[in-house]
């Protein structure tokens, strides 16, 4: 028998990349609810017709979600189930369905969730990050001022910070990050779940010179170590520069970039180049 209720909405998680992770459950109630609310009709419908299911789908987004939501909660008033889904993973987690979930609280409409596929805690249990505490940003702002607000509003937070980012836009925000945060441990989880799932370890300095020239490919999350004190913010004194060129006078410059590399939590290969270009002429 079927568990869906009528005048009930859905949240109903679907894969992020593997489609194996759909949950038997979630497959059901998107075969009995009336209606499949979606972001984009075409990619929910290749879901349902990989599942075997048949349902009316109706587009529910960001761009129309003024108009749709309203009727959707004018469905569910009428009795009809709505099983609200987004194009990959959890809705509602920087995808649509916050709005509606309001909506529908606001009248009374029982909201139900279900467990499923999410990129930010998929990347954090495999991220050997600290996964005791963890703060989720999601995407960082577009504006310059509001990015750097949001970024100084965690910055003092001791947990892992997890962002969601999209891969033309992956080097600039590493860099943001470097800046605003500090050279911090950091981790990218490429791909989670699908052929070419690729994590990444090391500083934000070392993921920046990981990447290639041209631009990563395939979907991103970040997940970057929390605060861990006052000394991270005070740093050592005086400047790596000055102390990594006293250090290559006496030491090779390979065995000096290693300790100022750790001295001062920049890369080992900046470090190395810097001095290679310093000592080039002397
Ligand atoms: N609602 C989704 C969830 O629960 O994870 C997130 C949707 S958000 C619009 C899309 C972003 O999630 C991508 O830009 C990427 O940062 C992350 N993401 C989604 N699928 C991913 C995957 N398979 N591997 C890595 N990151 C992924």
Redesign the pocket.
Known sequence: MSEVVEGTLYLVPTP??NLSDMTSRAAEILRDADIVACEDTRHTRILLTHLGIERPVVSYHEHNKKEAGPKLIEALQAGRSVAQV?D???PV???PGADLVKLALAEQIPVVPLPGP???LT?LIASGLDARQFVFVGFLPRTTANRKELLASVKSIPFTLIF???PHRLKETLKILREALGDREAVT??????KFETFRRGRLSELLDGLSEEAPRG???VLVEGFRGEAEEAGPEGSWEEEALELARTLPVKEAARQISAKWNRSRREVYQYLLRETANS
């Open positions: 992020i990349g987004s990959a993973g959890m987690i920087s995808d999410n990129a930010a990347a969601y980012e999209a989880a490429r791909e989670l779940t699908k979907e991103y999350v």
